[in-house]
């Protein structure tokens, strides 16, 4: 994707399905395959498994809470929201799903999804059967660590804002944490589109939505980024990495 700024889709992404030996380029366990020293080709047993979905547009949903839950699902492209409601009505952002980052894995433990997922623009899914590759997993360690570590990954965001942070440092927060997670998958991490609402931000991150605007305006006005609507670039990252060290532990 040679660096280019989230969510720009180039046909070749969209279309990617490797080939014969390499997996597609946002495939969430291309890695953990590739440890066990196995390509594409020797893993045609998961690639059966493997069901190319979408697209999807925005405020489709791709899952209800309360459905049953027969599969995991890799987000190819696009960004993904899950969130719940409670018995008042009102919504309570989970978090926001990136290409390369899965999706469904807090069903493991029940029959049905525990959430709602919706996609925020136009999503690419690879849906997994999780019974089959569950077996899978017993014969590849590989495999079986990548979905521990999915897992782990998923819980440890689920409590990274749980801390008494202010604004700025839950702001600050996401915003490198967005910025580590789409550099991981080759887009830019300085450059970026927040295809989330700013208002799904600020329920994300427990804050009031005039309080995001102002955190914004604030970091613009410091020198620490560039904001234009929905377009973000970061400017001072040492200093946002700083701000936000104690919620991210680094």
């Known amino acids: 994707m040679s660096n280019v700024p989230f969510p720009r889709q180039s046909p070749q992404t969209l279309a990617d399905d490797g080939d014969s030996l390499r997996f597609c380029s946002t495939c969430a366990f291309s890695q953990a395959c590739m440890d066990e020293g196995m390509d594409k080709g020797a893993l045609m047993d ?14 489709d949903h791709l899952f209800r809470e309360g459905e049953p839950f027969e599969a995991i699902a890799a987000v190819r492209a696009g960004t993904v929201k899950t969130y719940v ?3 008042d009505g009102h919504e309570h952002v989970l978090g926001f799903h990136l290409p390369g980052e899965v999706i469904g894995l807090n069903a493991i433990d029940g029959e049905t999804y525990p959430c709602n997922a919706v996609a925020l623009d136009t999503v690419m899914l690879c849906r997994f059967s999780f019974p089959k590759i569950a077996v899978l997993a017993t014969r590849l360690p590989g495999l079986q660590r990548q979905l521990f570590r999915l897992l782990s990954r998923d819980i440890g965001r689920a409590a990274l804002l749980a801390g008494d942070w202010s604004a700025d440092q839950r702001m600050a927060a996401f915003l490198v944490g967005l910025s580590r997670r789409l550099a991981a998958r ?16 600020a329920n994300y991150l427990r804050l009031a939505p005039e309080t995001v605007s102002r955190v914004l305006r604030r970091f613009q006005e410091e020198g620490r980024l560039v904001v234009d609507r929905r377009e973000l670039e970061l400017l001072d990252t040492a200093a946002l990495e700083a701000l936000a060290a104690p919620v991210l532990r680094a």
């Not at 080759?186 to 931000?201: E, H, N, V, W, Y």
């Open 186 to 201: 080759g887009f830019s991490a300085t450059r970026f589109q927040l295809t989330m609402a700013r208002t799904d931000i």
């Open 85 to 87: 409601v409670d018995r």
């Open 46 to 59: 998961l690639h059966v498994l493997v069901e190319h979905i979408g697209p999807f547009h925005a405020g």
